[in-house]
C-alpha cells in the first residue's frame, strides 16, 4: 500500500514562495510518474503539476505555467513543488498524487493533502 505524506503548506503573502514536498513510502516510487493536485474552496480538485518516472518531463497548468516548478529526487523518495510568485487565487489545499493520469483528475494514490494559503 503506497502512502503519500505532503509537508509544506502555510500561510504566506502574495507574490511569495512556499515549497511543498512529498514523502511516498510502501511502494516502487522511482517507476511511476507523480503529481501534484489542487481543491479550492468550492471548487473541483484540478491538475497543478506533473513529473515523468525519471524526472526528465514535466507538465504544468496553464494557471501555474513559469511560477511552479516540480522536481522529484528517486533517493528520497519525494517529490517537490516550489511555488512562487503566489497569488490569492493559488490559495487551495494541495494533493500529491502517484501515478496520476494525463488529462483527468485521477491517480492511484492521493495524500492528504497540505493547505496553502496566499493572502492579499
Known amino acids: 500500500q503506497v502512502q503519500l505524506v505532503e509537508s509544506g503548506g502555510g500561510l504566506v503573502q502574495a507574490g511569495g514562495s512556499l515549497r511543498l514536498s512529498c514523502a511516498a513510502s510502501?511502494?516502487?516510487?522511482?517507476?511511476?510518474?507523480m503529481g501534484w493536485f489542487r481543491q479550492a474552496p468550492g471548487k473541483e480538485r484540478e491538475f497543478v503539476a506533473r513529473i515523468s518516472a525519471s524526472g526528465s518531463s514535466t507538465w504544468y497548468a496553464d494557471s501555474v505555467k513559469g511560477r511552479f516548478t516540480i522536481s522529484r529526487d528517486n533517493a528520497k523518495n519525494t517529490v517537490y513543488l516550489q511555488m512562487n510568485s503566489l497569488k490569492p487565487d493559488d490559495t487551495a489545499v494541495y494533493y500529491c498524487?502517484?501515478?496520476?493520469?494525463?488529462?483527468?483528475?485521477?491517480?492511484?494514490?492521493w495524500g492528504q493533502g497540505t493547505q496553502v494559503t496566499v493572502s492579499s
Open positions: 510502501g511502494g516502487t516510487f522511482s517507476y511511476v510518474a
Open positions: 498524487a502517484a501515478d496520476p493520469s494525463i488529462g483527468a483528475v485521477v491517480a492511484a494514490y
